[in-house]
Nanobody, 117 residues
């Protein structure tokens, strides 16, 4: 049974930082591209960042230079360091695992991030 469990969300003020974690089980972690996506009320789910097993990263334009994605393959865990948070970063953040060659993917339940102005 595949489980992706996010943690680290919360309420912060603009300019502050948060670090999200995603703990994966039930998958071969190193066979998956891991990613963070977010969805704000009334909006579509959008890419935040992805990271391959060897550490190649990709970021959404709105978070470049402020967010950093990383992963620890030995601990089956992915992270998202979010700095200089803005109110528009408020959303539910979802962990995603996508198999590198089958493209089968899984989603976590999400963690709420709220940034007040």
């Amino acid at each position: 049974q595949v489980q992706l469990v996010e943690s680290g969300g919360g309420l912060v003020q603009a300019g502050e930082s948060l670090k999200l974690s995603c703990a994966a089980s039930g998958i071969i972690f190193s066979n998956n591209v891991m990613g963070w996506y977010r969805q704000a009320p009334g909006n579509q789910r959008e890419l935040v960042a992805t990271i391959t097993a060897v550490g190649r990263t990709d970021y959404g334009d709105s978070v470049k230079g402020r967010f950093t994605i990383s992963r620890d393959n030995a601990r089956n865990t992915m992270f998202l360091q979010m700095n200089s948070l803005k109110p528009e970063d408020t959303a539910v953040y979802y962990c995603n695992a996508r198999h590198s060659w089958t493209t089968k993917q899984y989603w976590g339940q999400g963690t709420q991030v709220t940034v007040s102005s």
